[in-house]
């Protein structure tokens, strides 16, 4: 099994709601990922996680909560967005976040996030 | 300043048609180069990662290739299909997944 899954594959929510992302990966990989893409750009990295801990924070804002229960799960927990924050959300996993692997990553499908 | 940049934009071409996609970059220290292929609005999916020492890889119909000296690398796609149609991003990496650096991607339209 070589599969990143995210949940949902669209989300629509209004600035006041509280919602989350899920990603789940069964690689046996440990570290996770939360990319954000906006249409035609390449992915920008928020967040890693390394052996279940917040390693690298990309200055994301603090509406945006990431969380990982353990090493398979990967969540992101949404609140009080902003209608710019609406973009394609793309979780990601890898063996190991350090060098001393080629570091290959495997995408999920993301998940369509539209903030009305 | 660590940079990575594709060209074309965007290229459309015939299918059956053979293309090529240039990424070229300053990043240093370099450990690898990934090229993926991305479908619009799904997640991207790699196609090659190449080390230091890889000159040329294959993966069916795509071949990349990797001058270091240069800093530059390809991406040849042969007998183009329809399926082929997606955004082709070039990432090259200071070491390990949480240290990269994408270019803007080409975008690549296939036509019958």
């Known amino acids: 099994d070589t599969e990143v899954t995210q949940t949902p594959k669209h989300l629509v929510m209004g600035m006041t709601n509280k919602k989350s992302l899920k990603c789940e990966q069964h690689m046996g990989h440990r570290a996770m990922y939360w990319y954000k893409q906006k249409a035609k750009k390449p992915p920008e990295l928020m967040f890693v996680y390394s052996y279940e801990k917040l390693s690298i924070n990309e200055s994301v804002p603090s509406r945006f909560s990431p969380e990982c229960p353990n090493s398979s799960l990967l969540n992101l927990h949404l609140h009080a967005l902003q209608p710019e924050d609406s973009a394609l959300y793309l979780c990601?996993?890898?063996?190991?976040?350090?060098?001393?692997?080629?570091?290959?990553?495997?995408f999920g499908e993301g998940s369509r996030l539209t903030v009305l | 300043k660590n940079q990575v940049e594709q060209s074309p934009q965007s290229l459309i071409i015939l299918e059956g048609k053979n293309c090529t996609l240039q990424c070229n970059y300053t990043v240093s220290p370099f450990s690898n180069l990934r090229w993926y292929k991305q479908d619009t609005g799904r997640g991207p999916v790699s196609l090659t990662i190449?080390?230091?020492?890889?000159n040329t890889k294959s993966n069916g119909r795509y071949t990349a290739t990797l001058d270091a000296d240069t800093k530059q690398s390809s991406l040849h796609i042969t007998a183009s299909q329809l399926s082929d149609s997606a955004s082709y991003i070039c990432?090259?990496?200071?070491?390990?997944?949480?240290?990269?650096?994408f270019g803007t991607g080409t975008r690549l339209t296939v036509i019958p």
């Open positions: 990432v090259v990496s200071t070491g390990g997944a949480n240290n990269l650096f």
């Open positions: 190449m080390t230091f020492s890889e």
């Open positions: 990601a996993s890898s063996q190991d976040s350090s060098g001393g692997d080629t570091g290959e990553l495997f």
